[in-house]
Each structure stands twice: as C-alpha cells, then as structure tokens.
C-alpha cells in the first residue's frame, strides 16, 4: 500500500487549481486586466465583464451590452532550499514556464431591468515543474493545469441604488501530473514514473449585490459556493514493470472546492477617482484531504491536506484622465496550508502582491486595459512536515503576470 | 496629445516593473562543511555491520555501500581531506562458505521467494597490497573482547573461531595485532566503533541454543569500558563516535516468520516449541498472535513440514538418534512430541534475556561513552522508531519489513545498502550535534536496492535452504 499512496499524493494541487478565483495554490487574479490592476478589489465595482467573477450584480448597473477579451502571461519563478533531511544549503530552482490563460465575458441587457452575460475563464497551463531527477522527485516532477469555468449570469437592477445578481458556475478542468515512483526494497535500473492525465467537472453558483447608498459609494457583497468536483483519469507508469503490480489504469477522485466570499467598499471623492477596498474570506477548511482512486487494484490514496479558511485583503484604485486611466492596487493572500503540511508540489506562502496598469479608451466604444502584477510569496520555511513528504526546507517564490483586455461597449 | 507623456511613463513603469520582477528568489546556499573540525583520517572500527556485510555476504558492491564508506563520502563534501577511504575489498560475489561456493544469497526464484546462495565461484580480496591497515577495520563476527585480544589473529580462521575473516582485515601482525593498534597506527581523528551486537546476536539466532546465553552484562561492562579507554589513550584528541545494540524485535530475521506461520495454522491449532534448554518433549505452546514467542529465520525451510509427521530437522543436524520422547511420526510442530525446536525458536524467556541483556549493555556503552567524552548514535531507539511508525524521508517510506521494507538484505540480520544508509545518516546526525559540523545526508534512493530479478517484493513464505545459515553461524559462534 506505500507505493500506492506515495503514488497519488501529487493530484491534489490541481483541482486546487481548477478554480482561478481561490487563495492559495497558484491562485492568480487575471480576470480583466482592469481589476487585476488594482489588486482586484473590484466587487463594489465590477463595472465591466470581470463582474462575472468579482461581483454579478455589478451587471445590473451596466448601461450597455460589452465583449471583453484578455490574457494574461503568467511567469512564476522560484527555489528551494534543503531537503533539511538531506542538505539544508542544496538549491534546486523550478523549471521556469509562462503560462497564458485567457478571459473572455459577453454581456447585454435585457427587458428594462435585467443584464445578462456569459463568460469563459481558460487558465491554460498553470503549473509548477521540478528537474526531473531532483531530490523531491518521489512527491512531484511535473504538475500541469488547464481548467475553464463557464459562468452565465444575470442580474436585475432593483433601483436606482440596488442591484442583485446570481450565476452558475460550469467548471470543466483537467490536469496533468507527473513524479517517480519510490520502490525502496529491490534495484530497478530505473524508478517506474507515474503520470496521471484526469479531467473534471463540476457546478456552482455565485449571488451578489451592490448596493450604493449615496452617489460617493458603493458596497458589494458577493458569494461563490463551494464546488464539488468529479474528476476521472488514467495513471500510466513507465517503466511499467509488470512484477511490480503498479496501478496503471483508472483513477478517480472526488473533491470539494472551497466557498468564498467577498465584501468591498467603494468610494468616490472625485468624478475621475475610484478607490476601493475588500476583503475576501476562502473557506479553505473543507479541504481536509485528498482521495485517489485506482480502479486498477480497487484501493484508494489518501493525501492529507488540512487547509484553514484564510483571507485576502484587496486595496486598489483607478485615476482617470482624458482617455487614460491609472490604476494601482494591493493585494495580500494567505496562504491556506499549515506549515507542517507544505510540498513541493505547491510550495505556498502568505503572498503580497503589488499591482501596476492602465486603461486607454482609444475610442468611445473600445478600449485597452494592461495590468502588471507582481506577487512576492514570503519565504516560507516548511519544518516537521508530515511524513508522508518528510521534505522540510525554505521556499522562495514570486510570480510575475502581465495581462492585456480587449473591451467593446457597445 | 497631452496623454502621451503619461502613456509613455506608465509603459516604460509597467515594462521595467515586469523585467525587474526577474530578481533570484531564495536566499544563497551554504553548503556542507566540517565547522571547526578538520577532519583528514577517519577509520572505522566494528563488526559486520561496519564492514558493508550483507546479504551473508562479504563483497565489493555492498562494501561500497558500508555505512563508514558512506560517511567519508559526506565528510569530503564538506571538505575534508579524505582523497580514499581504504577498505579490505572481496570481488562480487564475494566470500566464500563452509562449501567453497560464494555464501551470498540472492533471490534465486520468484515464487516463495526462494533466497539462497547460487552456488557461484567466489571471489577474491583485491585490495590485500595497501601498505599500510585498512581505514574500514570492521570484522564480521568481532566482539568487544576482540578490540584488546592481543592473540594471534591469524589462528582465529581456525578452531573454535573458524573465522576467516580477521585475517581478511588486519591481514598483517606487523600492521599491528588487533583493531585498537591497527586503527591507532593510522592516528585517525575521527573513529566510529559500534561493537558489541555479536555478544548477544550469537545468542539470540541461534534461538538461545548456542551459546546459551549472552556475554553476561558485568563482562560486558567491563570489556567494553577497557576497550574505549585504550581507545581514547592511543588518541587522546579524536573525535569518537559509538552507537549503541538495536533490540531482537526491529530484526526480519526474528519478526518475519512467526506473522507468516500464523494464518496458515489449522483453526484451534497452535504451535508446538521446545523452550530455552528442552531437548524433547516441549512445553511450549505460541498461538503466534504476538511478538511474545519469535520465530528465527533459520525455520524456513522447515515451514513447510508443519503439520507433517518429519524427521527432517533431525536428520539435518545430523542426531545418531532421536533424543528421549520425540516421536516423528506425530505432526511436526503442531504435537509436543514433535515440536518445532528450540534453536528456531526464541521462547518469553529468551526474548526477555534479549531485551534485559540489550538494554545493560546500552546503558554500560552510554556510561563509557560519556565517562570518555565520545558521542553516541542511539541505533536502538532509533529503530524501534522504525519498526513503530516505519521511516519516512522525501516522500519514501522504509519499514524494518524483511526484503520489501529497503532496510535489511537478505539474510534479515544484517542492512542493505539503503538501510547503511539510514544508519550513516544517524550518526552524520549525531556527528553534527556533537561536534559541530553541518554534514549533509546520503540521499538514500540514489544508493542501490537488492538485486532481483524485477520482481513482487517478498510477500510470500521465503524459503531459504538451512545450509545457507553456516555462514552467519560462523560468525556468531561458540568461542
């Protein structure tokens, strides 16, 4: 049974990731180059497409239909020091790659009162990828995420101060891992290596309203329910040695992504100045553990996990001037995972990130956002792990995203 | 356009800010190193555990992985000038037995397993010419007595001795004529001695039969605190490091049969022994459903005589005649007049004669280690850790399991390479408290596993043939 539970640890970090819009793993806040500039504190706002993450009932105070398009390039970077059980001053680096997801949101109104729209998150490829021989290859070599989430969504302005609004979150996903596979008793010329392709689905929702009591401010409240996602693969080893009995063949897991909700401020003191502050709360603790299924000899693999609920705080502002707008913006994330139970596999940290962009309104209807986010995670020392990774060390990470929007008003 | 200067300004921000974020993350490393120590002559002193024994065996693809050799590997990462760590080297497949033939066992077929030696030529020592003593002065089946014996080493491959081996390793009286005065000639400064395992294992794998009881704890005493003091008065100012006896129970070669016999005894049977002393009928009755009664290796071939009237283990050990009340035509095992027999068998009291002995000679090695300013490696809680709660390192789990758990080769005594491992990493640990350094660790899977022929790990009966314990009998045996 070793084998088979050292085997599976590794899938936990991507259905983690399946959902763009949580704390912790590579949550990253690309949904519209114009939030994301401002550290997306955006739900008191969400005056554009991104409402369809930050807040639906942003839509209800939109005047007019819009199509807004984007990508962001994501590049994290980052080392690790130790194992402490072997060297605590051996340095190994991820192997660098720019991930490129994609944001896309249609909205319109409809009838008087109602504003509807669809969008489509694609967070192509975000991942984490260690050398290939590397000391913690037996927890993670390669983990490799592509997910969408689908969100039609509609909203209705209730008056001149209130709207409401709700979605269903479409969440489809898969995700790609790869590690070694230890067998510590006889000699194998080479360790078998696993690699495990699943595919996921699931469904959610989100409601929200924003409500503005005077003309200078606006208050959202928004909330994404949690999302259980069913998620079926194939696990292949290679070399597959056959005396060895490794379960290649289905896998199945089954886990539920976390709640969270947001609830921002928005103020107003000039006509051509927007600042806003929210703070975000992830209910990370129903993540308690990871369970993978082999179909091939009926057992299952499980991964403890053991999340707290955590937070964000996001501070951001926008200052317009003639067709340009500069924006600027704040974010702090904390990290979800306890100290004890860190992996290389998703070497989180509490995490500052410092948000830089501008908009320019080339024409009436069309205009560019460009966003610059960099998130410095904390050095993060992992000690007493558990012994399921028994991999203690210091982790240093930093991301750097670079994301562009098309919009249309029409 | 009165825009363009601040459009210009904010592009050239953003695309600086997204260049410079290309800072290195991390802080720098250190390295391995030696703190204030200097470190340019290590010699290890021991028994077959020092020696990279395994498997019954004496040779070179094992001797490469002994656990000292592995520890001059981590001290020269950290700096030390140790261009060679001498080692009385046997060519694969190693030394040979009573029958001339290789002793090492392999895996010699998969459905069982069958382990065993293979009836191969042996080899031979390939490193006899060095000028000079071995820097790896441990000698499989040395006592703590053997460190002073100030006899012949060379009479010692015969009568009651039948080892071999000593010769092997001290090979030259002019070199000095025990451990303590080849080690002192090399003026080490540092020394690992872990002495004293084979003044109880004798006892104990021979399932208390002979000798028939350990080397008394006041003699141990005694001899081990002489041993240390004539080792810190020929060098004064080494660093000593000791490790102390691990207990019978974190031993395959104790826990592997008893949990395997157990589910194949007929309902309402139990098992039938002879206790400490019996040489007929037994009294010893063991349901086997716990560690009070332990099961020596050395039965498996005679598992699968259970329950069948044989006279095989007689006959085996060559009696004239069948002692008084044995009856062979009675089940083996399952009747006390065809008892499963003593010499396989460590009975309460033996197992407790284990523990008490194991736990004096631990506290007598602690005394004289600290009365002698020496650093001590607790091998024995260490592995009792193991045994509870298995060994986990970067996501790889051992267990002190015979074959599958990485840890002990095939003769269930003595550690594979990747236990060597487990045990350099333990006393680079203590080396580092005690003295300072900051060495680091053997990265236990990039050391080799037991060879097989790609394969289930055992999870079968195994089988090993009884002449293939001569060896380990040699070593252990009556002096």
Redesign the interface.
């Known amino acids: 049974m ?1 084998r088979v ?2 085997v599976a ?1 590794a899938f936990s970090v991507a259905l983690l990731l399946a959902s763009q819009a949580f704390a912790g793993g590579f949550q990253l806040n690309e949904h519209g180059a114009r939030a994301m500039a401002q550290g997306g504190a955006f739900a008191a706002r969400a005056t554009d497409g991104s409402a369809l993450y930050f807040n639906p009932a942003g839509l209800g105070f939109q005047t007019t239909g819009s199509v807004y398009i984007g990508m962001t390039a994501i590049t994290p ?5 130790g ?1 402490r ?7 190994t ?1 991820f192997i660098s790659h720019t991930f490129t997801p994609i944001n896309v949101a249609v909205t319109s109104p409809f009838m008087d009162d109602f504003h509807v729209g669809i969008g489509v998150n694609n967070p192509f490829g975000l991942g984490t990828e260690w050398p290939d021989n590397w ?2 290859k ?2 993670t070599t390669r983990v490799d995420l592509k997910t969408f989430f689908i969100t039609p969504t509609v909203a209705y302005r209730v008056n001149d101060q209130l709207s409401v609004g709700a979605g269903l979150n479409y969440v489809i996903g898969s995700v790609l891992l790869e590690r070694a596979v ?8 080479e ?1 078998p290596r696993v690699s495990m392709t699943l595919n996921a689905t699931g469904v959610g929702f989100n409601v929200g309203l924003l409500y503005k009591p005077v003309e200078e401010i606006a208050v959202g409240v928004s909330y994404r329910s949690a999302v259980t996602i069913d998620a079926e693969g194939v696990a292949s080893f290679r070399p597959n ?1 056959a ?3 490794l379960p290649a063949g289905p896998v199945a897991a089954s886990i539920t992504l976390p709640s969270t909700g947001f609830v921002g401020v928005a103020y107003f003191p000039l006509k051509n100045l927007e600042l806003e502050a929210d703070l975000q709360y992830i209910g990370w603790s129903s993540y308690d553990e990871l369970a993978v299924e082999f179909k091939a000899n009926n057992t299952t693999s499980v991964s403890p996990k053991k999340y707290d609920n955590t937070f964000m705080i996001r501070i951001g502002g926008e200052y317009t ?4 707008h ?1 924006r600027a913006g704040y974010l702090y994330d904390r990290s979800p995972v306890k100290t004890e139970y860190m992996e290389p596999l998703l070497p989180d940290a509490n995490r500052n990130g410092y948000n ?3 908009g ?1 309104d080339v024409t009436d209807h069309f205009s560019i956002d ?1 966003a ?1 986010l ?1 998130l410095k995670f904390d ?1 993060r020392e992992a000690v007493n792990t558990i ?5 203690d060390g ?1 982790y ?3 991301v ?1 995203l ?1 994301g562009v929007n098309f919009g249309y008003r029409f | 356009m009165k825009a363009l200067k601040p459009t210009l300004v904010a592009v050239v921000v953003l695309a600086a800010a997204y260049y410079a974020g290309c800072v290195d993350a991390g802080p720098a490393a250190l390295g391995p190193g030696l703190g204030n120590a200097t470190v340019t002559k290590y010699v290890a002193i021991g028994n077959s555990l020092t020696a990279g024994y395994q498997s019954n065996g004496l040779y070179k693809s094992a001797q490469d992985y002994s656990f000292p050799n592995l520890i001059a590997g981590q001290l020269r990462l950290a700096g030390a000038n140790l261009p060679t760590f001498e080692q009385p080297y046997y060519s694969d497949p190693g030394t040979p037995g009573a029958d001339g033939k290789a002793s090492r066992y392999e895996i010699i077929s998969l459905a069982g397993p069958v382990i065993g030696p293979k009836g191969l030529a042996p080899g031979v020592p390939t490193n006899l010419a060095l000028a000079r003593p071995y820097d790896n002065l441990g000698i499989p089946g040395s006592v703590v007595f053997d460190l002073l014996d100030t006899t012949s080493f060379l009479a010692k491959a015969g009568p009651p001795r039948n080892n071999p081996l000593f010769s092997l390793v001290l090979r030259n009286p002019a070199f000095g004529n025990n451990m303590l005065s080849q080690a002192a000639a090399l003026r080490p400064d540092l020394v690992t001695f872990w002495l004293g395992n084979n003044d109880v294992l004798g006892y104990a794998t021979s399932g208390g039969a002979s000798p028939a009881t350990p080397t008394p704890p006041a003699t141990f005493t005694a001899l081990y605190g002489q041993a240390l003091d004539a080792l810190r008065a020929a060098l004064p100012n080494a660093k000593i490091v000791v490790a102390n006896i691990p207990d019978v129970t974190v031993i395959p070669f104790f826990t592997t049969l008893g949990p395997k016999i157990r589910p194949s005894l007929p309902a309402g049977v139990t098992l039938r022994y002879q206790k400490h002393g019996e040489t007929g009928v037994a009294t010893g009755i063991a349901p086997l459903t716990d560690n009070s009664v332990l099961i020596c290796l050395t039965g498996s071939a005679y598992t699968t005589y259970l329950g069948r009237p044989s006279g095989k283990w007689y006959r085996d050990k060559g009696y004239p005649a069948l002692p008084p009340g044995i009856d062979t035509t009675q089940p083996f095992g399952f009747h006390p007049q065809n008892p499963w027999p003593d010499a396989l068998t460590l009975d309460a009291d033996e197992v407790n004669t284990c523990a008490t002995t194991i736990a004096a000679f631990n506290a007598s090695i602690a005394a004289a280690a600290a009365a002698r300013n020496a650093a001590v490696v607790d091998i024995n809680g260490f592995l009792n850790g193991v045994k509870a709660g298995g060994y986990s390192w970067a996501g790889q789990k051992y267990t002190v399991d015979y074959v599958s758990g990485g840890l002990f080769s095939l003769d269930g005594v003595h550690p594979s390479s990747r236990g060597a491992g487990i045990i350099a990493n333990q006393f680079i640990k203590t080396m580092n408290a005690s003295f300072g350094m900051t060495l680091s660790y053997v990265d236990l899977m990039s050391l080799p596993g037991i060879p097989a022929p790609v394969a289930k790990a055992a999870g079968g009966l195994p089988v090993i043939p009884p002449e293939a314990f001569a060896e380990l009998e040699m070593l252990w045996g009556a002096r």
């Not at chain 1, 059980?85 to 340095?91: M, T």
Request: glycine share 6%.
């Open positions: 070793t539970r050292q640890g970077a980052g080392s690790f020091l194992p059980q072997k060297n605590p001053s051996e340095k680096t000391v913690g037996f927890l230890s067998v510590v008793s006889v000699a194998l010329p360790p040695y005396a060895l009995s001037l003639d067709m340009l500069f830089l962009g501008f320019y460009v610059y960099f050095q012994p399921e990774n028994s991999f210091t240093s990470t930093y750097d670079i």
